[in-house]
């Protein structure tokens, strides 16, 4: 999950499945782990699909029905999210979350917002066939904490 890595569908799902073992069991953990640990510890609705890592396996590359969101592309986003936090990249993210956050008066509220904000520059970038436009994300995650 480092963003120097370009990790398979395959190995994020064996990555949050494992971290979530790891915390049933009370394993020692990586720092990355821990963090992931506390998304996957605020949505206990996918416990039963991190429980079962040859299902989660098996389940790659088939077409979903589109009403059920992914849990491994979601906890991905709240990784991503954090780390873009944590290092501040795109320059003011961090701020612009943590201004979210506060106004919503709730970090894991605030990061569902953050993450639509992050699927609409990724997809324009996709769309657009230029890189993503991070200015323009943080504009976004800015305005949303700055209206109603």
Known sequence: MHPMFSP?????????????AKQLA????????????????????????????DAALAQLGQP???TQDNPFLHLSMH??????????QPPGIRQAVELLAARRGDLHVAHHEVMECLGRMIWESQRAGR??????????????ATRD
């Open 26 to 53: 009370g394993e020692t953990m990586e720092a990355i782990e821990v963090l992931a640990g506390q998304w996957i510890g605020e949505h206990p609705e996918y416990h039963a699909t991190l429980a079962d890592v």
């Open 131 to 144: 890189p993503p436009d991070g200015q323009a994300y943080i504009d976004e995650v800015r305005r949303r």
């Open 64 to 66: 979903g029905d589109g």
């Open 79 to 88: 990784l991503s999210i954090s780390e873009q936090c944590s290092i501040d």
């Open 8 to 20: 398979s569908q395959a190995d994020v799902r064996r990555f949050f499945c494992a971290v979530h």
